[in-house]
Nanobody
Framework: QVQLVESGGGLVQPGGSLRLSCAAS????????MGWYRQAPGKERELVAA???????NYADSVKGRFTISRDNAKNTVYLQMDSLKPEDTAVYYC????????????????????WGQGTQVTVSS
């Protein structure tokens, strides 16, 4: 069973930094795009940043120049470096990945599915 596990959230003062990590585990054949979303109270979930299996990245306008997404394909892990944090960055952050699983019983690929992490709280406050 494939799962995504996030870590790195917490409380930080405005202007501070945090680094989120999200590791995929389980029977994995390949991982395509990975990304980070966030959801603030009373708001819809929104895309923060995404990265392809190569190095192409995409950012929400609100975080450009402050957040950096990266990935370590050998570790099946995606990172989100968040600098110059603002109170409006406060939200639950979720990682997301398009993963092709591997059927070890029948020795074949499963279809590609979108997986979500459990979410990690980021609070920016003085």
């Amino acid at each position: 069973q494939v799962q995504l596990v996030e870590s790195g959230g917490g409380l930080v003062q405005p202007g501070g930094s945090l680094r989120l990590s999200c590791a995929a585990s389980g029977s994995i054949f390949s991982i395509k795009a990975m990304g980070w979303y966030r959801q603030a109270p009373g708001k819809e979930r929104e895309l923060v940043a995404a990265i392809t299996s190569g190095t192409t990245t995409n950012y929400a306008d609100s975080v450009k120049g402050r957040f950096t997404i990266s990935r370590d394909n050998a570790k099946n892990t995606v990172y989100l470096q968040m600098d110059s944090l603002k109170p409006e960055d406060t939200a639950v952050y979720y990682c997301n990945a398009d993963i092709t699983g591997w059927d070890v019983t029948n020795w074949r690929k499963f279809g590609t599915e979108k997986y979500w992490g459990q979410g990690t709280q980021v609070t920016v406050s003085s």
